[in-house]
Protein backbone atom coordinates (compact mmCIF):
# COMPACT_ATOMS: atom_id res chain seq x y z
CA UNK A 1 0.00 0.00 0.00
CA UNK A 2 1.34 3.29 -0.13
CA UNK A 3 3.31 5.33 2.11
CA UNK A 4 1.82 8.69 2.77
CA UNK A 5 3.43 11.50 5.11
CA UNK A 6 2.33 14.92 5.78
CA UNK A 7 4.32 18.38 7.16
CA UNK A 8 3.44 19.58 9.29
CA UNK A 9 2.86 16.87 11.92
CA UNK A 10 1.31 19.67 14.20
CA UNK A 11 0.97 23.05 14.58
CA UNK A 12 -0.14 26.39 16.41
CA UNK A 13 -1.11 29.19 14.68
CA UNK A 14 -2.61 32.79 15.58
CA UNK A 15 -6.18 33.75 14.16
CA UNK A 16 -6.35 35.79 11.01
CA UNK A 17 -3.02 33.44 9.66
CA UNK A 18 -2.55 30.79 6.84
CA UNK A 19 -1.40 27.50 7.02
CA UNK A 20 0.09 25.42 4.17
CA UNK A 21 -0.06 21.46 4.83
CA UNK A 22 1.58 19.19 2.57
CA UNK A 23 0.80 15.55 1.49
CA UNK A 24 3.37 13.31 -0.46
CA UNK A 25 2.88 9.75 -1.34
CA UNK A 26 5.57 7.20 -2.34
CA UNK A 27 3.84 6.37 -5.18
CA UNK A 28 2.18 7.92 -8.17
CA UNK A 29 -1.72 7.95 -7.47
CA UNK A 30 -4.89 9.34 -9.66
CA UNK A 31 -6.95 10.33 -6.54
CA UNK A 32 -6.14 12.14 -3.65
CA UNK A 33 -8.61 13.46 -0.62
CA UNK A 34 -8.30 15.88 1.71
CA UNK A 35 -10.07 15.34 5.30
CA UNK A 36 -11.04 17.47 8.23
CA UNK A 37 -11.94 15.81 12.00
CA UNK A 38 -13.06 17.98 14.19
CA UNK A 39 -12.57 17.31 17.77
CA UNK A 40 -15.10 14.70 18.63
CA UNK A 41 -16.30 14.51 15.50
CA UNK A 42 -15.87 12.02 12.34
CA UNK A 43 -14.15 12.51 9.26
CA UNK A 44 -15.33 14.51 6.84
CA UNK A 45 -14.45 15.29 3.33
CA UNK A 46 -13.20 18.47 2.07
CA UNK A 47 -11.99 17.89 -1.53
CA UNK A 48 -11.05 15.85 -3.64
CA UNK A 49 -7.41 16.69 -5.71
CA UNK A 50 -6.73 15.34 -9.24
CA UNK A 51 -3.85 16.07 -10.72
CA UNK A 52 -4.30 18.20 -13.99
CA UNK A 53 -7.74 19.76 -12.99
CA UNK A 54 -9.46 21.70 -9.84
CA UNK A 55 -9.76 20.53 -6.88
CA UNK A 56 -13.58 19.37 -6.50
CA UNK A 57 -15.07 20.70 -2.70
CA UNK A 58 -17.80 19.32 -1.00
CA UNK A 59 -20.73 21.27 0.74
CA UNK A 60 -20.00 23.70 3.04
CA UNK A 61 -16.21 23.68 1.79
CA UNK A 62 -15.02 26.87 -0.72
CA UNK A 63 -11.91 27.53 -2.59
CA UNK A 64 -10.92 30.77 -1.35
CA UNK A 65 -10.88 29.46 2.61
CA UNK A 66 -9.01 25.70 1.57
CA UNK A 67 -7.35 26.31 -1.64
CA UNK A 68 -5.48 22.99 -3.05
CA UNK A 69 -2.86 22.26 -5.00
CA UNK A 70 -1.76 18.94 -6.79
CA UNK A 71 1.06 19.56 -9.47
CA UNK A 72 2.03 15.90 -9.88
CA UNK A 73 0.55 12.28 -9.23
CA UNK A 74 2.35 12.51 -5.80
CA UNK A 75 1.88 15.38 -3.79
CA UNK A 76 -0.36 18.16 -3.01
CA UNK A 77 -1.38 20.75 -0.53
CA UNK A 78 -4.39 22.19 1.22
CA UNK A 79 -3.86 25.53 2.73
CA UNK A 80 -6.50 27.06 5.74
CA UNK A 81 -6.41 30.47 5.18
CA UNK A 82 -7.48 33.26 7.42
CA UNK A 83 -7.86 31.35 10.35
CA UNK A 84 -9.90 30.88 13.55
CA UNK A 85 -10.53 28.68 16.18
CA UNK A 86 -13.26 27.11 14.76
CA UNK A 87 -10.50 25.67 12.01
CA UNK A 88 -8.91 23.53 14.87
CA UNK A 89 -8.57 19.83 13.35
CA UNK A 90 -6.73 17.35 12.63
CA UNK A 91 -6.20 17.38 8.80
CA UNK A 92 -5.77 14.39 6.63
CA UNK A 93 -4.76 13.33 3.21
CA UNK A 94 -5.93 10.34 1.57
CA UNK A 95 -4.94 8.21 -2.12
CA UNK A 96 -6.47 6.23 -4.11
CA UNK A 97 -4.94 4.32 -6.65
CA UNK A 98 -7.42 2.29 -8.63
CA UNK A 99 -4.38 0.32 -10.61
CA UNK A 100 -3.18 -1.50 -8.08
CA UNK A 101 -5.93 -1.74 -5.34
CA UNK A 102 -8.36 -3.98 -5.65
CA UNK A 103 -10.44 -2.79 -2.35
CA UNK A 104 -11.63 0.68 -3.16
CA UNK A 105 -9.96 1.08 0.05
CA UNK A 106 -8.51 4.64 0.51
CA UNK A 107 -4.75 5.05 2.33
CA UNK A 108 -4.29 7.98 5.30
CA UNK A 109 -1.27 9.74 5.87
CA UNK A 110 -0.89 10.26 9.75
CA UNK A 111 -2.52 13.98 10.05
CA UNK A 112 -1.81 17.42 10.56
CA UNK A 113 -3.25 18.49 14.15
CA UNK A 114 -4.00 22.49 13.93
CA UNK A 115 -4.42 24.50 17.09
CA UNK A 116 -5.83 28.04 15.78
CA UNK A 117 -5.70 30.59 18.88
CA UNK B 1 -27.61 14.74 8.91
CA UNK B 2 -25.76 11.92 9.62
CA UNK B 3 -26.08 8.98 6.72
CA UNK B 4 -23.52 6.53 8.34
CA UNK B 5 -24.13 5.92 12.28
CA UNK B 6 -22.42 4.37 14.87
CA UNK B 7 -24.85 4.40 17.81
CA UNK B 8 -22.15 2.99 20.60
CA UNK B 9 -19.15 5.58 21.23
CA UNK B 10 -17.53 3.16 23.15
CA UNK B 11 -17.04 -0.81 23.74
CA UNK B 12 -15.34 -2.89 26.24
CA UNK B 13 -14.56 -6.68 25.18
CA UNK B 14 -12.75 -9.27 27.22
CA UNK B 15 -9.35 -10.62 25.35
CA UNK B 16 -10.00 -13.74 23.93
CA UNK B 17 -14.00 -13.20 23.46
CA UNK B 18 -15.90 -11.67 20.07
CA UNK B 19 -15.84 -7.50 19.56
CA UNK B 20 -18.86 -6.44 17.74
CA UNK B 21 -19.41 -3.36 15.96
CA UNK B 22 -22.00 -1.94 14.40
CA UNK B 23 -23.12 1.08 11.96
CA UNK B 24 -26.01 1.58 10.23
CA UNK B 25 -26.48 4.42 7.22
CA UNK B 26 -29.80 5.84 5.86
CA UNK B 27 -28.48 6.65 1.98
CA UNK B 28 -29.22 3.71 -1.05
CA UNK B 29 -26.59 4.90 -3.34
CA UNK B 30 -23.69 3.64 -0.92
CA UNK B 31 -22.17 0.75 -3.04
CA UNK B 32 -19.03 -0.18 -1.14
CA UNK B 33 -18.28 -0.43 2.93
CA UNK B 34 -15.46 -0.10 5.01
CA UNK B 35 -13.75 -0.07 8.37
CA UNK B 36 -11.03 1.52 9.33
CA UNK B 37 -9.36 1.51 12.19
CA UNK B 38 -7.40 4.25 14.11
CA UNK B 39 -4.62 4.99 17.06
CA UNK B 40 -4.18 8.14 18.54
CA UNK B 41 -1.53 10.54 16.51
CA UNK B 42 -2.10 8.47 13.42
CA UNK B 43 -4.39 8.29 10.12
CA UNK B 44 -7.19 5.89 9.80
CA UNK B 45 -5.99 1.99 8.92
CA UNK B 46 -7.99 0.30 6.32
CA UNK B 47 -8.97 -3.15 7.40
CA UNK B 48 -11.46 -4.53 5.73
CA UNK B 49 -14.30 -3.89 3.58
CA UNK B 50 -17.86 -5.63 1.43
CA UNK B 51 -19.32 -4.79 -1.95
CA UNK B 52 -23.07 -3.77 -1.14
CA UNK B 53 -23.72 -7.45 -3.19
CA UNK B 54 -22.54 -9.02 -0.72
CA UNK B 55 -23.47 -10.19 2.67
CA UNK B 56 -20.00 -11.28 3.91
CA UNK B 57 -16.34 -10.95 3.65
CA UNK B 58 -13.87 -12.36 6.36
CA UNK B 59 -10.08 -11.82 6.31
CA UNK B 60 -8.71 -13.43 9.50
CA UNK B 61 -9.77 -12.58 12.96
CA UNK B 62 -12.26 -9.78 10.97
CA UNK B 63 -15.45 -10.26 9.12
CA UNK B 64 -17.83 -7.95 8.21
CA UNK B 65 -21.63 -8.64 8.01
CA UNK B 66 -23.99 -6.35 5.42
CA UNK B 67 -27.81 -6.73 6.02
CA UNK B 68 -28.68 -4.42 3.41
CA UNK B 69 -32.37 -4.62 3.87
CA UNK B 70 -31.76 -3.38 7.24
CA UNK B 71 -29.52 -0.85 5.88
CA UNK B 72 -26.61 -2.26 8.81
CA UNK B 73 -23.25 -3.70 9.29
CA UNK B 74 -20.93 -4.91 11.34
CA UNK B 75 -17.84 -5.88 11.95
CA UNK B 76 -16.65 -8.96 14.14
CA UNK B 77 -13.40 -9.30 15.71
CA UNK B 78 -12.74 -13.09 17.05
CA UNK B 79 -10.95 -13.63 19.14
CA UNK B 80 -10.32 -10.02 20.64
CA UNK B 81 -6.29 -9.36 20.98
CA UNK B 82 -5.06 -6.11 23.51
CA UNK B 83 -4.07 -4.84 20.12
CA UNK B 84 -7.23 -4.19 18.69
CA UNK B 85 -7.67 -1.54 21.23
CA UNK B 86 -8.19 1.55 18.97
CA UNK B 87 -11.35 3.59 17.46
CA UNK B 88 -12.60 1.78 14.73
CA UNK B 89 -14.77 4.21 12.14
CA UNK B 90 -16.99 2.58 9.51
CA UNK B 91 -17.49 4.46 6.13
CA UNK B 92 -20.25 3.99 3.16
CA UNK B 93 -18.53 4.98 -0.66
CA UNK B 94 -21.03 6.51 -3.54
CA UNK B 95 -20.20 8.17 -6.57
CA UNK B 96 -20.66 11.81 -6.61
CA UNK B 97 -22.27 13.87 -9.51
CA UNK B 98 -18.88 14.65 -10.52
CA UNK B 99 -17.87 11.15 -11.32
CA UNK B 100 -15.43 10.94 -8.32
CA UNK B 101 -15.56 8.86 -5.42
CA UNK B 102 -16.79 9.82 -1.83
CA UNK B 103 -16.15 8.21 1.88
CA UNK B 104 -18.58 9.19 4.26
CA UNK B 105 -17.56 8.39 7.50
CA UNK B 106 -19.26 7.53 11.13
CA UNK B 107 -18.44 8.73 14.44
CA UNK B 108 -16.44 6.00 15.59
CA UNK B 109 -16.47 3.22 18.24
CA UNK B 110 -14.05 3.37 20.81
CA UNK B 111 -12.98 -0.44 21.49
CA UNK B 112 -10.95 -1.22 24.95
CA UNK B 113 -10.05 -5.17 25.44
CA UNK B 114 -9.40 -6.16 28.38
CA UNK B 115 -6.83 -8.32 29.34
Known amino acids: SAVISQKPSRDICQRGTSLTIQCQVD?????MFWYRQQPGQSLTLIAT?????????ESGFVIDKFPISRPNLTFSTLTVSNMSPEDSSIYLC??????????????FGPGTRLTVL | DQQVKQNSPSLSVQEGRISILNCDYT??????FLWYKKYPAEGPTFLIS?????DKNEDGRFTVFLNKSAKHLSLHIVPSQPGDSAVYFC??????????????FGTGTRLTIIP
Open chain 2, 27 to 32: NSMFDY
Open chain 2, 91 to 104: AAREETNFGNEKLT
Open chain 1, 27 to 31: SQVTM
Open chain 1, 49 to 57: ANQGSEATY
Open chain 2, 50 to 54: ISSIK
Open chain 1, 94 to 107: SVEDWETNSYNEQF
